[in-house]
């Protein structure tokens, strides 16, 4: 069992920056692959970025690539996303994501979920 705790969300304006955090429960952190997905009010949750358990792999969404960035601190059992020059669409409830399936853009392969955090761009 694996439990996901996420931190960092908040209002911001265009063009800045936030720096999610997702605290995980269990000994095992370093064995999922870990995910960030979102959701837009009345919209699909979709993907956001994703590392493997090793952080060999890592891919983003296209929406997102060149603007934020995955990262992962087994030590902490924490995983991170750097997200800069932040535009009003990105704007969505962040959630964090552990699979043990390997990283994936596929929400149904991730095992456990956190309860999300509130990112809200100003135009």
């Known amino acids: 069992q694996v439990q996901l705790v996420e931190s960092g969300g908040g209002l911001v304006q265009a063009g800045g920056s936030l720096r999610l955090s997702c605290a995980a429960s269990?000994?095992?952190?370093?064995?999922?692959?870990m995910g960030w997905f979102r959701q837009a009010p009345g919209k699909e949750r979709e993907f956001v970025a994703t590392?493997?358990?090793?952080?060999?792999?890592?891919y983003y969404a296209d929406s997102v690539k060149g603007r934020f960035t995955i990262s992962r601190d087994d030590a902490k059992n924490t995983v991170h996303l750097q997200m800069n020059s932040l535009k009003p669409e990105d704007t969505a409830v962040y959630y964090c994501?552990?699979?043990?399936?390997?990283?994936?853009?596929?929400?149904?392969?991730?095992?456990?979920w956190g309860q999300g955090t509130q990112v809200t761009v100003s135009s």
């Open positions: 994501a552990a699979s043990s399936r390997g990283s994936s853009s596929v929400k149904n392969l991730y095992d456990y």
């Open positions: 269990g000994r095992t952190f370093s064995s999922y692959a």
């Open positions: 590392l493997s358990g090793s952080g060999s792999r890592i």
